[in-house]
């Protein structure tokens, strides 16, 4: 039963992948109608729908985008059949430089170089012909529900010194009921996107004069994060972590030492020389912590070493794929590095994972994917570390997996060459999968560094080195936080969690002594004394997401009370002052999500 509806599933995501690709041909074909000087390169099918890269005479206009679509929809309904034929290479070469079509020529010529092809694949539509591997549904009126959604630029090869195109995204759907479903999600994103809540709930922000990819922390987005931050620190302590801090920047010995400067070059920031010799800016706390490790001699009686820092690490992502808190150039991993005896390794398996789990929980995060990266059995060459390690590694993984009964993927042959790891997938509110915590096993490190501990026996033995990370990086974790409530933050986390709204002037002293009572128990708190109406104050309470509204007016100052609304616009009526503190506080201290 479960094979059918897999095999049903694979044969649905093929046809999609099939639909949308012909969606790129379609629009390929209208884009030469639009502009006959249009230049084509690739058109590929994508996750939810397609795109087309074009080198055109000018930049495209929403009003090109609507004529497309229009020419899009004509082609449709004409139903031309997708046709396959094949031709000779040079006879194809000659055929695409007669259409003026440069890109393809040197398509062409690659494949000639690269798999000396002797013949090329062409799809044919009405007039439009494409060099294509296919596959295409029968006749373009089988593409489904469309829609052209927007451009973007782009690199021939995506190489910054070649030709930069325009790329026109399309999402393709086998019924209007998907697509409209889609655009429903795309919507909701963009009303979640991190960096629209960011600015309006004046969280944080990137200033051109220090850099693209280096967050600001403005004062209630510091306020969520030290929160986020508090909470960690009690939790690893519970956890039976200690906590260590390591410096920015190491010299570029240690980093040769650790390999980053072989494998991960390209993503560390240029050297600065010191006394002639080279630092580099951290790409990762690893390296430091085993500096702490190395810093005496171990004994077996020690382990396990939980040793935890929130550090700061800077890495180079090209411009391009900088993408708001999500991908930055500097951020914070709550980083963890466990050592550990043989031994030991199950039990601390376990425990990590389950404080993982824990963690995640307390965030709201209950929809989990795991996922079980494993080595290519028999590879060894290409591994890190023993066999037998490997095995007793990926043993141990599985059995704290099935320990905490917990379903997971298993991903043979995804493990680095450093070992095998379990990587925790959050599921959001818009059920887009986010990829968070790691438990990962590092056979090569504890190698080079030459780490050891002393064992029962006297003897020299290598500890097994785990890293951890929970949140990831801090920085990205607040993105995908604050997209998944978008924005309006569990009472625990909120930068503000209740504004007092008093009716009139009149009231203001009543709600000045009500903020102060309420402030002294811990709630955070603000009054609108702006000369607004009540209801102007409540929206706008309402657009900061600030969990409670508490309205304060004649009868309120008589009985001792406010009149408490919810950010959602429930109307909880009048609670005394005492009543709704111990409310607030509740909700806080037991980190609900409730209000
Ligand atoms: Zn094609
Ligand atoms: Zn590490």
């Known amino acids: 039963m479960t094979v059918t509806i897999k095999t049903d599933e694979q044969q649905r995501a093929r046809h999609l992948a099939a639909m949308r690709h012909s969606a790129a041909h379609v629009l390929a074909a209208a884009m030469l109608d639009l502009m006959p000087d249009a230049k084509l390169a690739i058109g590929p099918a994508i996750d939810t729908g397609f795109y087309y890269d074009f080198d055109l005479p000018r930049t495209l206009t929403p009003e090109d985008l609507d004529a497309l679509n229009r020419r899009m929809r004509r082609i449709i309904k004409q139903k031309q059949v997708f046709q396959h034929s094949t031709m000779p290479v040079d006879e194809a070469k000659s055929f695409f430089l007669e259409r003026n079509q440069p890109y393809k020529v040197e398509l062409i010529e690659d494949l000639e170089r690269e798999a000396s092809v002797a013949e090329v694949s062409l799809y044919q539509n009405g007039d439009f012909i494409d060099l294509c591997e296919g596959p295409h549904v029968a006749n373009t009126g089988a593409v489904g529900a469309f829609k052209l959604l927007r451009t973007a630029g782009a690199y021939w090869r995506g190489d ?136 005496r001699t171990r004994s077996y009686r020690e382990l396990p070493l939980r040793y935890t820092e929130a550090g700061t690490v800077y890495r180079y992502e090209r411009s391009g794929v900088l993408h708001g808190l999500l991908r930055a150039r500097g951020f914070t991993q709550d980083d963890a590095h466990l050592f550990c005896r043989p031994d030991q390794m199950d039990s601390e398996l376990t425990r990590v994972l389950q404080f993982c789990l824990g963690i995640l929980d307390t965030y709201g995060f209950k929809d989990l994917e795991l996922e079980l990266s494993t080595w290519e059995r028999g590879e060894t060459t290409k591994y890190a570390g023993e066999a037998q390690d490997w095995e007793l590694a990926e043993a141990g993984l599985v059995k704290a ?114 903020a102060a009572t309420l402030s002294e128990a811990g709630v955070l708190v603000d009054v609108d004394t702006r000369s607004e109406r009540m209801n102007a104050k409540i929206r706008d309470a309402q657009l900061q997401k600030v969990p409670y509204m508490a309205v304060v007016g004649d009868r309120e100052i008589d009985d001792g009370a406010v009149n408490v609304r919810l950010r959602t616009g429930e109307n909880c009526g009048a609670l005394q002052v005492a009543e709704f503190s111990a409310r607030v506080q509740d909700r806080a201290q037991s980190r609900s999500e409730a209000l």
């Open 401 to 514: 997996l099935d320990e905490l009964d917990l379903s997971y993927k298993r991903m043979a042959g995804e493990a680095a060459f450093y070992g095998p790891k379990v990587d925790i997938k959050i599921v959001d509110v818009l059920g887009r999968p986010w990829q968070l915590s790691t438990i990962q096993f590092d056979f090569w490190l504890p190698q080079a560094f030459g780490l050891e501990y002393i064992g029962e026996d006297g003897s020299a033995r290598r500890p097994f080195m785990i890293h951890r990370a929970l949140y990831g990086s801090i920085e990205r974790f607040f993105g995908i936080l604050l997209e998944h409530y978008g924005g309006a933050f569990p009472v625990w986390l909120a930068p503000v969690q209740v504004v007092i709204i008093p009716i009139a002037d009149r009231h203001n002293e009543y709600a000045q002594q009500v």
């Open 160 to 295: 910054e010194n070649r030709q930069q195109l325009q790329r026109v995204y399309g999402t393709a759907w086998e019924t209007k009921d998907d697509l409209n479903a889609y655009l429903k999600f795309l919507e909701e994103a963009e009303r979640r996107d991190h960096r629209r809540l960011g600015r309006e709930l004046d969280l944080f922000s990137f200033s051109e004069d220090i850099g693209p990819g280096l967050v600001v922390w403005h004062a209630k987005g510091g306020h969520v994060r030290s929160t986020m931050e508090d909470y960690w620190r009690e939790s690893h302590r519970a956890g039976g972590y200690e906590f260590i801090y390591t410096p920015h920047i190491g010299k570029a010995s240690l980093w040769q030492t650790s390999g980053h400067l072989n494998w991960f070059s390209d993503n560390m920031y240029a050297p600065v020389e010191i006394d002639e010799q080279q630092y580099y800016l951290k790409p990762m706390n690893c390296p430091f912590h085993i500096q702490v490790y190395k810093s």
